[in-house]
């Protein structure tokens, strides 16, 4: 007989948006649905916000069809939030969940989501309410502990990857220095990405900043000098969350003024202001004039027509999991995917507390000595994630005709 056998089921989706985060949603959803012992399928609206605020729908009423759709579509279905839940916010979610008789809890999310799982799960224990917590992993930072890879990441990183291999072809079009500003406020791995959009010796990005590393302006200045003289022009791809050696962001550094968001962080994304900090840098330090810069901001995590199939199974199959563990384990805990030969994976599950608040960072063995690049072993981790269907390059081969005014 599944544990948990009564009662009705919650779904919620916290943090930024994915392109298959809908995909989990699908996941729980319809394996849910298929438990006839299960009661009615909840969703809330806009995360914990939704869950205090009891703003729910009934996800039974959804068909197969449109949730397949919903399925395909990226962002948040449901809807997201930004809150932080602490231990007084995360009892307002417990009240809410014992009035709907809430026996199974799904919350799809990065870090923070994983610690509301957590909390919610402590205080149904000490009420001695019965309870089944699950965090389901997504983040495009690909930071989540104890995971080989977080859904969502391998579909940013295609479109990483792929937009840099056009800022490459555009830049070779008309040689200059361009600066690509990526998200990732403490892990590297989305900005690693935009080396897999290499095809030819030369191409960029030339060099590659992860905040996994100190950030010296001194040696970036000298290591464009570098590349600009080698190429003629030099592709650089840098993560939003550069740091000096005290730890604090380039970005905050730079600034005339600094935004920060609800918990105090320096605002990072979609500002545009680092970016255009480091082009400033280079044409006063080096004297280059055709200096470009870009912030991704929002548009690498739900772009359309820019998904991995691997992410779009594996995220779906980490929602299936979810409800299968929650309905035949023994205990609460968050979804991890952890890869097996070369290439599969398996989903287990972690305790909470092994997750939640954590963050991973890229293994050393990804990034090169100099800490300007990233290793063939970052790139060899994330093809098969990546999978089929990356856009490919060419170049003219025609041969050079020889001069007749000019000897």
């Known amino acids: ?11 919620a989706q916290g943090g930024g948006p994915t392109a298959v985060i809908n995909q989990s949603l699908a996941g729980v959803v319809l394996a849910a649905r298929r438990h006839p012992e299960l009661g009615r399928v909840y969703g809330a609206r806009h995360g914990v916000r939704g869950i205090v605020d009891e703003d729910f729908i009934d996800l039974s009423f959804e068909t197969s069809a449109n949730l ?33 008789d809430i026996r199974h809890f799904f919350y799809i999310g990065g870090n923070d989501s994983s610690d509301t799982v957590r909390i919610v799960s402590e205080h149904a224990q000490a009420a001695n309410y019965q309870l089944r917590c699950i965090h389901i992993p997504k983040t495009i930072d690909n930071d989540l502990v104890g995971s080989d890879h977080t859904p969502g990441f391998p579909s940013a990183a295609k479109f990483v990857a792929q937009a840099f291999a056009g800022a490459n072809l555009d830049n070779a079009s008309l040689p200059g220095v361009y600066v690509g500003v990526i998200m990732g406020r403490h892990a590297g791995f989305l900005t690693a990405a935009a080396a ?39 592709v650089i791809a840098v993560s939003e969350g550069i740091h000096d050696a005290s730890g604090s962001a380039i970005a905050s550094l730079l600034a005339r003024e600094v935004e920060r968001d609800a918990h105090g962080n320096v605002q990072l994304s979609g500002t545009g202001a680092l970016a255009d900090l480091l082009c400033d840098e280079i044409k006063a330090g080096l004297g280059i004039k055709r200096v470009r810069g870009d912030t991704f901001g929002y548009l690498q995590r739900s772009f359309l027509g820019c998904v991995s199939e691997v992410d779009q199974r594996e995220a779906r199959e980490a929602g299936e999991q979810a409800v299968q563990f929650a309905l035949w384990g023994d205990r609460d805990g968050s979804i991890a995917i952890q890869r097996t030969g070369n290439y599969a994976v398996q989903y287990v599950l972690l305790p909470l507390a092994d997750v939640a608040g954590k963050t991973r960072v890229m293994e050393d063995a990804f990034i090169n000595a100099a800490g300007n690049d ?18 490919e390059t060419a170049r003219l081969r025609s041969p050079a005709v020889a001069r007749i005014l000019r000897v």
Not at 1 to 11: A, E, F, I, R, W
Not at 73 to 98: H, Q, V
Not at 197 to 204: A, E, K, V
């Open 196 to 234: 897999l959009g290499r095809t030819f010796p030369g191409d960029g990005p030339h060099l590659v900043y992860l905040p996994e590393r100190t950030f010296d302006m001194a040696h970036f200045l000298a290591d464009v000098q570098t590349m600009h003289d080698r190429h003629g022009r030099c």
């Open 1 to 11: 007989m599944p544990t948990n056998s009564t009662g009705n089921v919650l779904v």
């Open 68 to 100: 397949e759709r919903v399925a395909a579509t990226p962002s948040s279905a449901l809807g997201s939030t930004r809150d932080k839940p602490d231990a007084a916010y995360c009892a307002r979610i417990f009240d809410a969940l014992r009035a709907h």
């Open 374 to 391: 990233v290793t063939p072993a970052f790139l060899d981790y994330l093809r098969p994630l990546v999978g089929a269907g990356m856009a």
